[in-house]
């Protein structure tokens, strides 16, 4: 019996051919499909090639169009190439793996319309997508937004403004007395009356006492007291009690004198204290009116975030444009650590990875010529490396470097890192444009705010790194020799003032800012245009405010002053009224006193008088007496001896 | 009828004496790898030449491939494991790696399953090869002159089924 078998080996020979010529003739629609497959998994949406043909011997791949969709509007492409040639590792697609060694890429059509949807098979769709999604690009996505936000936000601070306030409000006094109801005319009234009041209680007070007709009864006493007919003493002494008595009342008058005139005081001072109120009344009118106006303080940190914020807002929701759809098309070639799988499908097993003499990933592309035009105009050229579902495998990160020049001639760099090395995923962006002509950008707020710029240059320094996922940027424009442009001519003066702030300023910087934490986003934007601008405006505005601060000071005083002059006249009148009031009794009281006491002396010198002539008289009798008895004694003694 | 068919195929090539119990027994113990190895993978295709090259019966290869075919099935996790250990082995590692690197990863060598049921199958062969030897001589020298003695095959021979056993008797 023949151990081999005749037939057998022909058969070998027969399928041997077969399955060289089926290869021939199949292998590149089969290899077309199964890297069409790897490539629209990868990208989320479908990677087509037209007119694919691969040479295993040579290692070489070319198509003559390949159309790349766009995930997020599946009906445009992310980008589309013509006819182009590609170096691989034709092996490994027998492995179902895609090593590309270098891939030149030029005129590169982006956003460009697609006749059928881009959406990948469901079929294609990996499980484990869908988990994903809601993962550590959480930020990133409400970064996306963030243009969106920073532009409505922005429109909020156009209107809340003060220049704008400032600007647009017809803010006058006439308007203002129009929203004013002055309350001190009202007061003043008020105070009038209460003044009125005090006056006549303090007059009645007066009267109440009755002093004239105290002082009449008194005078009629001591008029009716004759000091001629005063004879002798004891009438002096009656005299004298009687003008004690009057006395008396007189002081008795002079303390309610002193009642009447504290009551007069009192009303006097009232009367006066009311002119000070007065004051304070106005003063308060004046606070009201201002308030009405709303007379504007100023942010210094607005003005520049107003100018530039979008643009640097765009700028860098680009930077995260990119920075995602690179994370998200490396994020889903990632491989996971290999342990072992306890119970996989009957039949499939665990495939074991082994430590590669060349790195033996799924998805390679070792380098990518890359030059396209954007669609801003931007002619961009440049080189990525490594894009590779595993950066661990060949210990790098992917990189891009590109340089571009726009229609003006401007030159620029762009270079990109995305390194998943580490435990925590880094992205890194760096931009550098050192000229930029400031004329052709368009600032597009609006309102009294400059629309954009006659001329000047501005150098451009981004950087922005996205550690997982977070992103923190940093955003530089050093703009110099520049010129602002309106859209119209300053109708109003506070807008011919701020045209001209604007107009001194030569050259400005703003810094844009963006890190995040667990609430989300902060964005902060800074600039020395602010203190610039707002320095100036602060100074206008204020002469403005100052001005209608007049203004209304002028129409308050119009209608407060004529009250205050008639108050202070009526103050003045009553004053009068109460001070001669008080001297016409004082006077009185006075003179009363003044009367008896000069007749309680003539009635006193009267009874001095009136003892001494009965002294001298007494004493006189007593001489004659002695005298008359002595001569008596003188008699008797003769006729004795 | 297909299953008795295939019996009756089956009684054909085992009473048959243009093929030698090795020949039946290379068929099946071939069939067996192939029937315990994950279907479609490379060494299938060399097995397949090599049933074409050699003087070995066809049919009891395609027999095996369906008998081992469902015990690999069912021996897939012990096949899984075993595999795993397999390509886990430190004194190996080299070995494989190098295989990792060239083109000789297209045997999808570093596959679980298929390491642990290739090895194992023909681990297997030179035992199972023999003992096929031995249960077909065994089969051609008592079963047959017993079963053609039997009242069974008396009977059969009068029937058309008979005629038709004739037919496979060969």
Known sequence: MKLFRKSGLILVIILGGLIAAGYYFISDDLIEEQIEKALSIQNGALVEFDGLSVSLLNGTMTWK??????????MQNRFETTETSVSITAWKLLQ?????????????RT??????????????????????DSGESSLLKEAGDLSKQ??????????NTPVFQLANTSINADSIMGLLKLQTPDKVDSLRKSIEANVKNATETVEKLNLNKTIKETDAKIKSINVKEIKDVKSAEEAIKTVTELSKTAKDLQSQLKTAKESLSTGISEVSSGVGQVDNWIKEDYSRAEKIAKLPDFDTQKIGELLLGKELMESLNDYLGYAETGRNFLASMKSKDQEKDENPERGKGQNIRFKSFEPNPDFWVKKVNLSYKTEKDIQLSGVITDIIDNQKLIARPTKADFKGVNKSGETMSVTGEFNYLGDKTLESFQFDMPKMSLRTLDIGVGGSLPTGFTKGNGAVKAVLNITNGAPKADITLKNTDVGFKFAKK???????????????????????????????????????IDNKISREIKAVAKEEVDKIKRQIRAKVDAQVQ?????????????????EAKKKEVEELVNKQVAEIEAKKKEIEKKKDDLIKEAKDKAEKAAQDALKKGADKLKSKIKLGF | MFGFDIFIKLLKLLNSDKHSPAQLAGG?????????????????????????LFNVNFSMALLGMGVFGIIGYLFDPVFHDFGFYLLKLDFMKETYTQWYNSAFILTRFNNTVLMGSFVASILLSPIMFPI????????????????????????????????LYDKVEG
């Open chain 1, 490 to 528: 300053a109708s109003g003066k506070s807008e011919k003032v701020f045209q001209d702030v604007m107009g001194r300023i030569n050259s400005f910087n703003i810094d844009a800012m963006i890190s995040s934490n667990s609430k989300g986003l902060k964005v902060k934007i800074d600039s020395d």
């Open chain 2, 28 to 52: 099946l113990s071939i069939g067996m790898i192939m029937g315990l190895t994950p279907w479609f993978s490379a060494h299938h295709l060399i097995l397949f030449f090599v049933l074409l």
């Open chain 1, 150 to 159: 920073a532009k409505n936000a922005l429109k909020d601070k156009v209107v």
């Open chain 1, 562 to 578: 004529a009250k205050k002059k008639e108050l202070n006249d009526e103050i003045n009148k009553q004053k009068q009224k109460l």
């Open chain 2, 132 to 163: 096929f030897l031995f249960l077909i001589k065994r089969y051609r020298k008592h079963v047959l002159k017993w079963f053609k003695d039997s009242f069974l095959g008396e009977l059969l021979k009068e029937s058309s089924t008979l005629s």
């Open chain 1, 96 to 108: 179902k793996k895609v090593i590309i060694n270098n891939l030149v890429l030029a005129d590169i």
């Open chain 1, 65 to 74: 169009k390949m159309q790349v969709a766009n995930p997020d509007n599946v």
């Open chain 1, 111 to 132: 956003g460009t319309e697609r006749k059928k949807s881009g959406e990948l098979p469901k079929e294609w769709i990996p499980e484990e997508e869908v988990e994903e």
